[in-house]
């Protein structure tokens, strides 16, 4: 629980070229994926990134729906709800 796929542009910043997981890695406890995605961020959604991207986003996608598939989201009791007769009354100001 709590990895991460990083989509990750091959032109990087200057400021950014010393961190692979481009700050990320503070906030993710498991293990952070890197994909290479070729271009920089303002043309990511161009060729041939777009391609790179879509084929990756892909996989990862996939990869997901295969393990939630594996886990058992089936409930064993319905969950409690409040049920009620009085009506909802709106906020009386004095």
Same mark, same amino acid.
């Given at each position: 629980?709590?990895?991460?796929?990083?989509?990750?542009?091959?032109?990087?910043?200057? @400021?950014?070229?010393?961190?692979?997981?481009?700050? @990320?890695?503070?906030?993710?406890?498991?293990?952070?994926?890197?994909?290479?995605?070729?271009?920089?961020?303002?043309?990511?959604?161009?060729?041939?990134?777009?391609?790179?991207?879509?084929?990756?986003?892909?996989?990862?996608?996939?990869?997901?729906?295969?393990?939630?598939?594996?886990?058992?989201?089936?409930?064993?009791?319905?969950?409690?709800?409040?049920?009620?007769?009085?009506?909802?009354?709106?906020?009386?100001?004095?």
């Amino acid at each position: 629980m709590g990895n991460m796929t990083l989509f990750r542009c091959t032109e990087q910043s200057p @400021w950014l070229r010393d961190d692979p997981t481009l700050g @990320w890695k503070p906030y993710v406890m498991g293990h952070i994926e890197i994909v290479s995605i070729p271009g920089h961020h303002g043309n990511l959604v161009e060729e041939p990134g777009i391609q790179v991207l879509a084929k990756e986003l892909r996989k990862c996608m996939d990869k997901c729906i295969d393990t939630s598939k594996s886990v058992n989201l089936t409930f064993t009791e319905e969950p409690e709800t409040r049920k009620t007769t009085e009506p909802i009354s709106s906020h009386k100001s004095n």
